[in-house]
């Protein structure tokens, strides 16, 4: 019978503890699996974190040789995951957060940086490729037009034009924006750009979706 590991991060000691007793189980001939949160969301001061978790699986001395992560397991889509669940909470990504922090990669100091760029390994475990960063992100600094629940039409054909979708016609049209304004309604702040991509590649699953009742 597997063990289940679900700690908390009171004492910022979580990941540790959460792999560390994995591993023990492991190397005892019992499964274990921990449970993780993305961004370490969690009750008080947090669960272990997800992207964390596989960091230490995956790269850390001891581990990395002798326990395999599940192939199916997509480390390059910790990035994208993880701003989203920032966004959807409302609660920022910590600037120290590993892996996906806005310092995970960064180097000021003269040796830092001289070291990094000479050889990436000397500062840094893991390639922020492999998290799925390094893409250049565009911010909006001039007008800004948005879809959501009192999107009109041409505000929302806009917002779609920017992303290069386009409707074969406004029976189509509406029914996106129908879906649109539905979403809206429920998350109460603007769709990201993946949202409304989905909306529009998937409006029969979206339905499926927003109106799905427990």
């Given at each position: 019978?597997?063990?289940?590991?679900?700690?908390?991060?009171?004492?910022?000691?979580?990941?540790?503890?959460?792999?560390?007793?994995?591993?023990?189980?492991?190397?005892?001939?019992?499964?274990?699996?921990?449970?993780?949160?993305?961004?370490?969301m969690?009750?008080r001061?947090?669960?272990?974190?997800?992207v964390?978790?596989?960091?230490?699986?995956?790269?850390?001395?001891?581990?990395?040789?002798?326990?395999?992560?599940?192939?199916?397991?997509?480390?390059?889509?910790?990035?994208?995951?993880?701003?989203?669940?920032?966004?959807?909470?409302?609660?920022?990504?910590?600037?120290n957060?590993?892996?996906?922090?806005?310092?995970?990669?960064?180097?000021?100091?003269g040796?830092?940086?001289?070291?990094?760029?000479?050889d990436r390994?000397?500062?840094?475990?893991?390639?922020?490729?492999?998290?799925?960063?390094?893409?250049?992100?565009?911010?909006?600094?001039?007008?800004?037009?948005?879809a959501?629940?009192?999107?009109g039409?041409?505000?929302?054909?806009?917002?779609?034009?920017?992303?290069?979708?386009?409707?074969?016609?406004?029976?189509?049209?509406?029914?996106?924006?129908?879906?649109?304004?539905?979403?809206?309604?429920?998350?109460?702040?603007?769709?990201?750009h993946?949202?409304l991509?989905?909306?529009?590649?998937?409006?029969?699953?979206?339905?499926?979706?927003?109106?799905?009742?427990?």
């Open positions: 019978m597997p063990i289940e590991l679900h700690c908390h991060n009171d004492l910022g000691m979580v990941v540790a503890c959460s792999v560390a007793g994995a591993k023990a189980a492991i190397d005892e001939g019992c499964d274990a699996y921990i449970n993780t949160t993305i961004n370490g969690g009750e001061a947090g669960n272990a974190d997800l964390s978790v596989i960091l230490a699986l995956k790269f850390s001395s001891g581990l990395k040789k002798k326990y395999h992560l599940d192939e199916r397991v997509k480390l390059d889509h910790a990035w994208k995951i993880a701003k989203y669940a920032a966004y959807a909470f409302k609660v920022a990504i910590p600037v957060q590993p892996g996906v922090g806005a310092n995970a990669f960064a180097h000021e100091s040796i830092h940086a001289d070291g990094a760029l000479k390994r000397n500062y840094e475990l893991y390639d922020f490729e492999e998290l799925g960063r390094g893409d250049p992100e565009l911010i909006e600094t001039g007008r800004q037009i948005t959501g629940e009192y999107s039409i041409k505000g929302f054909r806009n917002v779609y034009d920017k992303l290069e979708i386009k409707f074969k016609d406004n029976k189509e049209s509406t029914k996106i924006l129908e879906l649109v304004r539905y979403a809206n309604v429920h998350t109460q702040q603007p769709l990201t993946d949202e991509r989905f909306i529009a590649g998937y409006p029969d699953i979206a339905k499926q979706i927003f109106t799905m009742n427990p």
